[in-house]
Antibody, heavy 118, light 109 residues
Framework: QVQLVESGGGVVQPGRSLRLSCVAS????????MHWVRQAPGKGLEWVAY????????YYADSVRGRLTISRDDSKNTVHLQVTTLKHEDTAVYYC???????????WGQGTLVTVSS | QSVLSQPPSASGSPGQRVTISCSGS????????VSWYQQLPGTAPKLLIY???LRPSGVSARFSGSKSGASASLAISGLQSDDEADYYC??????????FGGGTKLTVL
């Protein structure tokens, strides 16, 4: 069965950087595009990044452009999200999700919590 | 401010039918397919509807989706207590980003 397991979250000071990872299993990872979506405490879902199946296309939300970098390592079935210059408003649960083929995601991981606090 | 507009709340009694709307524009809902998600407290979103009106395997037939122009709707029939959750719509936007609705909190009275 499809599984997505995120890691890398924690408490981080403002201005620092963080790299989140998502390990996929149960499907041919190299054939699928992937997304990162975040959810601030008590708030709705906010899409932040997309990477195509071959890694050639990367899209970012306007609100985070320039501070986020999405990448993938097909040899490890892993997608990463690098977040730099962290701000308090980056505090959220970060989910990775599998693209359904230029449709919104189908499978989601359980999420990893990032708390930006001094 | 979410790109897609949803009512913040909806409610219904057990057994009733409720509808949740999702309003977008020609660059997202109007030109791309819509998905719907259910999110129970403390859990990840679960796909309920994709490609406007298709249900993934295992999703109850009580959930149905529709789309007309730049608006979409999720209908839940035979409302049950465990349908109480947050519901989100989503669609690609032609400006190369994914758009989500702000979410609708469904209360079963």
């Amino acid at each position: 069965q499809v599984q997505l397991v995120e890691s890398g979250g924690g408490v981080v000071q403002p201005g620092r950087s963080l790299r989140l990872s998502c390990v996929a299993s149960g499907f041919t990872f190299s054939s699928y595009a992937m997304h990162w979506v975040r959810q601030a405490p008590g708030k709705g879902l906010e899409w932040v990044a997309y990477i195509s199946f071959d890694g050639t296309r990367k899209y970012y939300a306007d609100s985070v452009r320039g501070r986020l970098t999405i990448s993938r390592d097909d040899s490890k079935n892993t997608v990463h999200l690098q977040v730099t210059t962290l701000k308090h408003e980056d505090t959220a649960v970060y989910y990775c999700a599998r693209d359904l083929g230029w449709e919104p995601p189908d499978y989601w991981g359980q999420g990893t919590l990032v708390t930006v606090s001094s | 401010q979410s790109v897609l507009s949803q009512p913040p709340s909806a409610s219904g009694s057990p057994g009733q039918r409720v509808t949740i709307s999702c309003s977008g524009s020609s660059s997202n809902v109007g030109s791309n397919t819509v998905s719907w998600y259910q999110q129970l407290p403390g859990t990840a979103p679960k796909l309920l509807i994709y490609n406007n009106d298709l249900r993934p395997s295992g999703v109850s037939a009580r959930f149905s989706g529709s789309k007309s122009g730049a608006s979409a709707s999720l209908a839940i029939s035979g409302l049950q207590s465990d349908d109480e959750a947050d519901y989100y719509c989503a669609a690609w936007d032609d400006r190369l980003k994914m758009a989500f609705g702000g979410g609708t909190k469904l209360t079963v009275l």
